[in-house]
T-cell receptor, first 113, second 114 residues
Framework: AQSVSQHNHHVILSEAASLELGCNYS??????LFWYVQYPGQHLQLLLK??????LVKGIKGFEAEFIKSKFSFNLRKPSVQWSDTAEYFC???????????FGGGTRVLVKP | EPEVTQTPSHQVTQMGQEVILRCVPI?????FYWYRQILGQKVEFLVS????????KSEIFDDQFSVERPDGSNFTLKIRSTKLEDSAMYFC????????????FGPGTRLTVT
């Protein structure tokens, strides 16, 4: 069964700092990976997704993620964060045999103005 | 942009009572899901639904849970006899097709069981 793990539970940084959130998965088959964001009081929104092809995926709001198969990783990055990036970020992937999403534990990011 | 909606946003109920959480998926989507997030824990899959039947369910989705698509637009989750541990945020999601396609999430219903 696929599992997804996020190692950072809380990240605090200042505006203009660079952000990298770790995500690791365990699955031997076709990998489809997603990053979702949940802003305070709002619902889960898709930031970006990887299905195949170019391992560097660009998403909305200046975020990108790199799929590294040899490391079983799909880390999220943003070169310069803003206060409005304060949110909880979730890495997720579907099971190959079905359509459900398996979520990582989430990382709460606080950007100080 | 079309979105998934959920009602109510917050439901408080007493232990042992039945609750129905309602969702309106995006209109041309075919796959529907329920997830829940207990405070401080991961978002967990409950059930997926396609072609008017459950396609997959988790261990959490026991006999006290049921889902229904009573008409062409609503998708409901019923909990027959709520327990304290059912307190969580419940998210509905829908997708246009199965497999590797993004799921669109609703804003969630916060269920508090007292």
């Amino acid at each position: 069964a696929q599992s997804v793990s996020q190692h950072n539970h809380h990240v605090i940084l200042s505006e203009a700092a660079s952000l990298e959130l770790g995500c690791n998965y365990s699955y031997g088959g076709t990998v489809n990976l997603f990053w979702y964001v949940q802003y305070p009081g709002q619902h889960l929104q898709l930031l970006l997704k990887y299905f195949s092809g170019d391992p560097l995926v660009k998403g909305i709001k200046g975020f990108e993620a790199e799929f590294i198969k040899s490391k079983f990783s799909f880390n999220l990055r943003k070169p310069s964060v803003q206060w409005s990036d304060t949110a909880e970020y979730f890495c997720a992937g579907p099971q190959a045999a079905g359509n459900k999403l398996t979520f990582g534990g989430g990382t709460r990011v606080l950007v100080k103005p | 942009e079309p979105e998934v909606t959920q009602t109510p946003s917050h439901q408080v109920t007493q232990m042992g009572q039945e609750v129905i959480l309602r969702c309106v998926p995006i209109s041309n989507h075919l796959y529907f899901y329920w997830y829940r997030q207990i405070l401080g824990q991961k978002v967990e899959f409950l059930v997926s639904f396609y072609n008017n039947e459950i396609s997959e369910k988790s261990e959490i989705f026991d006999d006290q849970f049921s889902v229904e698509r009573p008409d062409g637009s609503n998708f409901t989750l019923k909990i027959r006899s709520t327990k304290l541990e059912d307190s969580a945020m419940y998210f509905c999601a829908s997708s246009g097709s199965g497999g590797a396609h993004e799921q669109y999430f609703g804003p969630g219903t916060r269920l508090t069981v007292t």
